[in-house]
């Protein structure tokens, strides 16, 4: 037998602002707090105040209709701030969005949207974001220091 790992591929901890610039197809888990819920597309409009607060926030549509029978319905509420647990996917932001089109995003900036289809979703619960932020970055740049040597 080769050495291979066997079972579910881990999750890339990621920032919402991050997503756009994640290939499609990579896992991902991050954090969002609920702006809009379409129930008749099941998509979830996600967006997290990161790095900084700006005219156009950082969004994810999480299209949940795989963990949609596990949910609660506090898990789709506006204002809840929820981890989601997907896959990047080539989706287009939901018609009336300028989350997706370059022409609308601010000079000098990447698209500020991305789709995912979620696997997992719970409540994140009374969380302290500005210290969820702190301790994430510290992670990511501890990584991107073991990745330099």
Not at 76 to 84: D, I, P
Not at 96 to 109: I, L, Q
Not at 133 to 139: A, G, K, S
């Amino acid at each position: 037998m080769s050495g291979g790992s066997y079972g579910p591929v881990p999750s890339r901890l990621v920032f919402l602002s991050d997503l756009p610039s994640i290939p499609v197809g990579e896992k991902v888990r991050f954090l969002g707090c609920i702006t809009a819920y379409k129930t008749a597309t099941g998509i979830l409009t996600l967006q997290h105040a990161y790095p900084s607060p700006g005219p156009h926030l950082p969004t994810a549509y999480v299209d949940i209709h795989l963990p949609l029978s596990t949910l609660k319905p506090t898990d789709t509420q506006f204002g809840e701030w929820v981890n989601v647990i997907g896959y990047v996917t080539e989706g287009s932001p939901p018609p009336g969005s300028s989350g997706g089109d370059k022409r609308n995003a601010p000079k000098g900036k990447e698209r500020m949207a991305a789709s995912v289809q979620a696997i997992i979703l719970w409540s994140a619960g009374t969380i302290d974001v500005g210290e969820y932020e702190r301790v994430l970055e510290d992670r990511l740049e501890a990584e991107k220091r073991g990745k330099a040597q």
